[in-house]
Antibody
Framework: EVQLVESGGGLVQPGGSLRLSCAAS????????MHWVRQATGKGLEWVSA???????YYLNSVKGRFTISRESAKNSLYLQMNSLRAEDTALYYC??????????WGQGTMVTVSS | QSVLTQPPSVSAAPGQKVTISCSGS????????VSWYQQLPGTAPKLLIH???KRPSGIPDRFSGSKSGTAATLGITGLQTGDEADYYC???????????FGGGTKLTVL
């Protein structure tokens, strides 16, 4: 079964750091573009970052310089290193796979709360 | 504020048809593929339409997509109460080098 499972969320103080993980099963993660998408409670979906098959990387402007996307083939996993966290980064973070020019498989999400 | 503009809400009766619009520009919808997603309450988004008008396997033909110029439309026929959800359009923006989500449309089946 094709599946994505996120982990690593939690409560962190403003200015703190978290590393989110997304473990893939049933497919080879490095054979797909992969994305992170977030959703604040009661709000819409917001794209955060993407890494392409060729290693090209893209970020939402407001997270550039603070977030780093990466992947590890040996662990078939995607990561999002989040530094200098702000209250506005509080959200449920999803990882998603690209196929058919769309985000065809999504994880269940991991919650990040930035608060003092 | 989303660069892809969707109506905040739409509603229709069971069995009826509804359309959800998504308006963008030449740097996103006008020159890139549009996809549509359904998000039921408390769940992760689900892909409904890819490549503007194609349905992944398992998506019923009650759902359809179209694109004209810088606008896209999701159509849902034979509405069911189980279709009550938030719907999002998505497109790559070549100028921003970023993925754009529409603000989302809440569908109510009266």
């Amino acid at each position: 079964e094709v599946q994505l499972v996120e982990s690593g969320g939690g409560l962190v103080q403003p200015g703190g750091s978290l590393r989110l993980s997304c473990a893939a099963s049933g497919f080879t993660l490095s054979a797909h573009d992969m994305h992170w998408v977030r959703q604040a409670t009661g709000k819409g979906l917001e794209w955060v970052s993407a890494v392409g098959i060729a290693g090209d990387i893209y970020y939402l402007n407001s997270v550039k310089g603070r977030f780093t996307i990466s992947r590890e083939s040996a662990k078939n996993s995607l990561y999002l290193q989040m530094n200098s966290l702000r209250a506005e980064d509080t959200a449920l973070y999803y990882c998603a796979r690209v196929s058919l020019n769309a985000l065809d498989v999504w994880g269940q999400g991991t919650m990040v709360t930035v608060s003092s | 504020q989303s660069v892809l503009t969707q109506p905040p809400s739409v509603s229709a009766a069971p069995g009826q048809k509804v359309t959800i619009s998504c308006s963008g520009s030449s740097s996103n919808i006008g020159n890139n593929y549009v996809s549509w997603y359904q998000q039921l309450p408390g769940t992760a988004p689900k892909l409904l339409i890819h490549d503007n008008d194609k349905r992944p396997s398992g998506i019923p033909d009650r759902f359809s997509g179209s694109k004209s110029g810088t606008a896209a439309t999701l159509g849902i026929t034979g509405l069911q109460t189980g279709d009550e959800a938030d719907y999002y359009c998505v497109a790559w923006d070549s100028r921003l080098s970023a993925v754009l989500f529409g603000g989302g449309t809440k569908l109510t089946v009266l």
